[in-house]
């Protein structure tokens, strides 16, 4: 069997490319995780999520063990056969969506107890549960337990939050066990200040984790904020470990997170913006519902190879929108699928050809660009 591993190839200045290894297959980094929250991408058809470029889709524990359960899928054959998506899956620990739940839950030392979203009934979700359920659904990536506090906050709550997440990534480890060609990622956390940040980074390295995410971030702090953290941040992480930043993002904060020693990136965005009539181009974003895409006859993303850009026009994409047509959220969302990989390739492209900074220049001049004009 294929062990789990990372095989860093290339770097310029704080950015890396590689490939982490899998028994389910290669995972190229920086690598873009399509959010898969309910054993599904939105819209899309897994063979057609894996013709954008992705090699790793994300799955959520905290969804999967309500509806339709993870026991269930276990018996189903695992969260792979269920949704027939063949190569490696992440799933998230749960944690940040029980943390939302705000007056649904209750935090303890012991975990999470609160009543579902769905049909009010109660759990308990605490790190040997998280780890059960993300063992049942046959994860390939599993995330540790922890807890992500909403920002703004004050230091003395986020570093009582931070020590409890780390005693929680040892509950997690332990329950974990020894499970060959599966990994556990910890997860950083301690909000925006340093010290809070480099206590966590010691707290897991010390633990031991075959990747390493950076959490708490996206909550709310801006990203301006955001990049503060990730100049100093990844550098805290064991540099031969993936390094994985949580729900981010737009594209210029992936492309500042890369540019900062990330490696791996998951974000709703794209599939939620297709289904809104929002599209990510390489000048920016656009809105299809707007009037003056009505009578046009161009694609979407002059230059786009997508299936939505070679074969329909913003006039098109603006009627079936307008008129709440089904294939609206369904091309919309490949052709923001398509451009997020995209993206990547020519990330880890540039890197491994030492010239990230005149590509980062080339991107932030096109956006500033913005859309076309009308014809």
């Excluded at 090699?55 to 969804?63: A, F, R, S």
């Excluded at 390094?243 to 965005?269: F, N, Q, S, W």
Aim: aromatic share 6%; with cysteine.
């Amino acid at each position: 069997m294929t062990k789990f591993g990372f095989d860093l190839q290339a770097v310029d200045g704080a950015a890396r490319t590689g490939v982490i290894h899998t028994p389910r297959g290669d995972i190229r980094t920086p690598a873009f995780m399509p959010v898969g929250t309910a054993a599904t991408v939105k819209a899309m058809l897994p063979e057609s999520v894996r013709a954008t470029g992705a090699d790793i889709l994300l799955g959520n524990t905290y969804h999967l063990m309500l509806r339709p359960t993870a026991e269930r899928i276990a018996h189903l054959g695992g969260l792979h056969k269920f949704m027939n998506w063949e190569r490696p899956i992440l799933t998230d620990s749960g944690g940040f969506q029980v943390m939302s739940l705000a007056a649904l839950r209750k935090l303890t030392e012991e975990g999470v107890r609160f009543s579902s979203h769905i049909d009010g009934s109660k759990h308990l979700l605490s790190p040997e549960r998280s780890m059960e359920i993300q063992k049942l659904l046959g994860s390939d990536i599993v995330m540790c337990f922890d807890e992500c506090p909403a920002l703004p906050a004050t230091d003395a709550e986020v570093a009582k939050s931070m020590a409890l997440s780390m005693r929680w990534a040892q509950r997690s480890r332990d329950a974990f066990g020894d499970r060959p060609g599966h990994a556990l990622f910890g997860i950083m956390q301690g909000g925006v200040t340093k010290d809070l940040r480099e206590e966590s980074a010691k707290a897991l390295t010390a633990i031991g984790f075959d990747g390493y995410a950076v959490g708490g971030l996206a909550v709310g702090e801006g990203q301006e904020a955001m990049f503060g953290v990730l100049d100093y941040a990844p550098g805290m992480l064991p540099a031969d470990k993936p390094r994985y930043l949580m729900g981010v993002g737009k594209p210029d904060d992936i492309v500042g997170a890369v540019e900062r020693g990330i490696d791996m990136m998951d974000c709703v965005l794209p599939s939620r913006s297709g289904r809104t009539g929002q599209a990510w181009t390489h000048r920016g974003q656009v809105n299809i519902k707007n009037a003056r895409h009505m009578d046009d006859p161009r694609p979407l993303d002059e230059g786009c190879g997508c299936p939505c850009c070679s074969n329909y026009s913003r006039a098109y994409l603006h009627h079936v929108f307008k008129s709440g047509e089904i294939i609206a959220s369904m091309l919309l969302t490949w052709h923001n699928l398509h451009y997020y990989q995209l993206l990547m390739q020519g990330l880890r492209d540039a890197i491994a050809h030492g010239r990230l900074a005149g590509f980062v220049a080339e991107f932030h001049a096109q956006r500033a660009q913005g859309d076309i004009e009308p014809i």
